[in-house]
């Protein structure tokens, strides 16, 4: 075996430790944020009740709004599995295309998620108005702030695909980011039936 040969085995081998050691940091990480959001949802569960006697939570709240936003992140899922599937049949192009869509979508979600901040405040129910609202505002902002996270991470990977192309590093980290968007939408459907529709009912 010459010295050609033993250096790309090695270059091989590196790689699949790196990719090895990146797959279970991630899942690492994916079981922290279990932890941090069922810590809020207890939070929230515990708190929901207490509004300093103002109106109910869902007095706050508009179905149609929420619904919208809710489909707006259902949809980027979708689109980020299709990213996913051009990935593997290596067309790039489709890839850009699809998470395109998906940092449209996902963008969209997060002006929403602001616009009802916003009104939120601006009527004088702040984070600071009760126990229930503080809750409300840590849960849904810290969801927020993993889906801002996630555009930004869907940014960076578009660049590499742009200046790679599709090569192995690029499908790991698309199909790790996937399973993180998934993630989010999961944790959204918790959040969009105890938060939201629960206090509808």
Known sequence: MNHDTMNIREEHMEERERASIASVGFWVY??????LFGSLFATFAVLEGNTFAG???GKHFSLPFVLVETMLLLTSSVTAGFGLLAARRGARRHVLAWLFATFLLGAAFVALEI???RTLVLEGYGPSTSAALSSFFTLVGTHGLHVAT???WMAVLMIYVVARGITGG???R????TLF?????????????IVYLFNFI
Do not use: K, Y
Request: charged content about 10%.
């Open 55 to 57: 109106p109910a939570l």
């Open 115 to 117: 616009a009802e901040f």
């Open 174 to 177: 698309l199909t790790l980011f």
């Open 30 to 35: 994916i079981m922290s944020d279990c932890l």
């Open 181 to 193: 968007w998934h993630f989010l939408d999961i944790v959204w459907i918790f959040i969009f039936t």
């Open 150 to 152: 996630g555009l930004l």
């Open 170 to 172: 690029a499908l790991r």
